[in-house]
């Protein structure tokens, strides 16, 4: 039995992080079955009990063993499947890249958050923060990726956020492309490769599906 035998994920189409392992096994050529848990009508039994702690997607099912959080299933696909690497050989570099990486899952999400999660000031105050964290990203990127010339380890795991702007874009009434013009060509260059453009859901969607969660919470 190969090592891409039994390739599960436990998957939610607009979860960033869940996109995160997809574009991982698409870069590595690694075939895989996506399991679609349905979050608002109920979690899956094999989710609850792949993953007790978080209850969250994505969980990787690799010989029916779970791996859980995101970053960490990235990591652990590089590590199984090692060809073509993520992470740079250098040892330096592969530190400044857990860095970056570190940095995207502490405020990247949570400051869309407080965009999409907000109205009036909070609202402006989230929009300004969050761009804030945009131009420390940009000012980050190496050349054409975040490695430099290569997709890489940062890339995978920054990217998929992006299926999220246009949301944010329309609640806070800017444009990414207006404020990081250099982070904004990034996203246009990474959704140009195959394993991005297909793990990436269509941005407007995910715009309706926020716009859901706002009216179920009394902001629209």
Not at 109 to 118: A, H, V
Not at 158 to 169: D, L, N, T
Not at 176 to 200: G, H, N, T, Y
Request: aromatic residues 14%.
């Amino acid at each position: 039995m190969s090592k891409n035998d039994e390739v599960i994920l436990l998957d939610f189409w607009a979860s960033p992080f869940a996109m995160r392992v997809k574009i991982a096994l698409a870069e590595k050529g690694i075939k895989f079955e996506a399991r679609e848990e349905d979050i608002m009508a109920g979690k899956s039994e094999l989710l609850l009990n792949s993953n007790p702690l978080h209850k969250k997607v994505p969980v990787l099912l690799h010989y029916g063993k779970p791996i859980c959080e995101s970053a960490i299933i990235v990591s652990y696909i590089d590590e199984v499947w090692p060809f073509p690497a993520m992470l740079p050989t250098c040892y330096y570099a592969r530190a400044q890249a857990r860095f970056w990486a570190d940095f995207v899952d502490k405020k990247l999400f949570d400051g869309g958050c407080g965009i999409w999660r907000n109205n009036g000031d909070a609202l402006e105050l989230g929009k300004k923060e969050f761009i804030e964290i945009l131009q420390v990203l940009e000012g980050a990127l190496g050349g054409d990726f975040f490695g430099g010339d290569n997709f890489g380890f940062v890339d995978t795991i920054a990217i998929p956020h992006a299926s999220w702007f246009y949301a944010y874009e329309q609640f806070g009434g800017f444009k990414v492309e207006d404020v990081c013009p250099k982070l904004s060509a990034w996203i246009k260059r990474c959704l140009k490769r195959d394993s991005v453009a297909k793990s990436l859901p269509d941005p407007s969607k995910v715009y309706e599906f926020l716009c859901m969660f706002r009216k179920m919470n009394g902001l629209d």
